[in-house]
């Protein structure tokens, strides 16, 4: 590869950052909390699903 192509690495992510940067107030939020509970209670459903199997 020549130093004249360019490799798309940083453009090529520019639209992912602008996308994400900007931030509606009609979002619904989610609290860090909630998804931490989340995650412990579906592995504590799939370690008793694979008991129970």
Same mark, same amino acid.
């Given at each position: 590869?020549?130093?004249?192509?360019?490799?798309?690495?940083?453009?090529?992510?520019? *639209? %992912?950052?602008?996308?994400?940067?900007?931030?509606?107030? $009609?979002?619904?939020?989610?609290?860090?909390?909630?998804?931490?509970?989340? *995650? %412990?209670?579906?592995?504590?459903?799939?370690?008793?699903? $694979?008991?129970?199997?």
């Amino acid at each position: 590869m020549s130093s004249g192509q360019n490799s798309g690495g940083l453009m090529s992510s520019a *639209g %992912l950052v602008r996308y994400f940067d900007s931030e509606d107030r $009609n979002t619904p939020t989610i609290a860090p909390q909630t998804v931490v509970m989340f *995650g %412990l209670l579906f592995g504590v459903l799939v370690i008793v699903l $694979n008991a129970l199997a």
